[in-house]
Structures are given as C-alpha cells and as structure tokens.
C-alpha cells in the first residue's frame, strides 16, 4: 500500500528537521562552552602613529622555556608571520645576529637607549620587535595530551626605546571536537603559528 504525501505528514518532516537543527545548534553551543580559556593582553601607546614604522629588526627572544630551541623556533615564525601578514619589513636575522655580535652585546645584556639607537641606525629600521617564550610544552587531560604556548611580543622604538605595543598571550590545544572524535590536536608548531598571527593582528596600522 502507497503511503500517500499528506500535508501532515510534510508538516512532521518538516518539524522533525527543525528539532534536529535546534539540536545540534544546542550541542554546538555547549561544546564551544566547554573549550579552555585564551588568555590574552595588549598594550598600545596612546597618540602614537605607528605608520613611520617601515622596517623591523626582531631580536633574539628570551627563553623562559626547558626547550632551549623554543626561543629561536618562535622567532622565526615571528619574523615570517610579520612578513606574510605585510605588516613591517623585516631585516634578516643573520644580519642582525652579525650586528650584535659586532656591537658586543650579548643575548643576556640589557640594552639601554644609546645602544638601541646605535643599533637601530646601523640596521636602518625604525622599531625592533622583542620576544619572551613564557611557556611551551605539553599538558594532560586524562589519556588526552594537547599543547600549550604563552608568549610576550613587544614593539619598541629604535630612537627612544619606549614600548609601542606589547601582547602577552596564551593559548592551548584543547578541543572537546578532537576529544569526541579521536582526532589528532593541533601540535605546538601550528598552535605557535596561530597564537603569534593572532597577537601581530593587533597592532594599530
């Protein structure tokens, strides 16, 4: 016997469709919940223009870190995020390693006003960018592992040294998506990626 498409019967289906939309939007929602906290905070001087900043050394960053690569690995996705994202142009960083070496300054010597300057004029750039891995490692939730970065990033200005913008940010791995699903997380390297792309975005052009 032919079951026949009765306006009740598509009144139904339709009212079954729009359970399971409703349905899902309430697991979403709750899942998006239940994600960990990103932590993050910026610092911008005030009636600053940043648009005289051209060019960019990017130092070597402070390692906070047991991994004694994590300070070099996370310069170098800073200085290829600022360039893909066109924020600054950026001087190599063997040429700037070169010049440090040359000026004597060591990788733990403060750097006072006159030695930026100096510094500065010889590399041609307006402002440096200046970096400290706070943390970056692996931690467990249960038989779930995901990473975990935090990072400060600061702009100071070569002729002054006063800090233009600073961001010190976390982020983690942690997905209840992954969790459910028995996917992969995301490993440090592509967390780092995220997290210095994020915190660049937030300086004023």
């Not at 700037?96 to 030695?115: H, N």
């Not at 990626?193 to 004023?204: E, G, K, S």
Request: proline content about 4%; some cysteine.
């Amino acid at each position: 016997m032919e079951l026949k498409c009765t306006p009740q019967r598509k009144f139904l289906a339709y009212l079954g469709q729009v359970q399971f939309c409703a349905l899902a939007a309430i697991i979403i929602l709750s899942l998006s919940g239940c994600a960990a906290p990103q932590n993050e905070s910026t610092f911008v001087r005030q009636k600053t223009d940043l648009r005289y900043v051209k060019k960019v050394a990017v130092l070597p960053f402070t390692n906070n870190t047991s991994d004694k690569f994590a300070a070099q690995r996370i310069r170098d996705i800073t200085t290829t995020q600022i360039l893909s994202m066109g924020i600054f142009d950026v001087v190599d960083e063997g040429v700037v390693d070169s010049a440090l070496r040359e000026m004597a300054i060591g990788k733990d010597k403060p750097m006072d006003t006159p030695i930026l300057k100096r510094l500065g004029q010889r590399l041609g750039v307006q402002a440096f960018i200046d970096g400290t891995v706070n943390d970056i490692g692996t931690n467990k939730s249960g038989p779930f592992s995901y990473p975990e970065v935090s990072l400060t990033l600061k702009l100071v200005d070569s002729e002054s040294a006063e800090i233009l913008w600073q961001s010190s940010a976390h982020r983690n791995g942690y997905s209840v998506w992954e969790r459910l699903f028995d996917l992969d997380p995301q490993d440090s390297f592509q967390l780092a990626l995220i997290l210095t792309r994020d915190m660049l975005a937030t300086i004023p052009k």
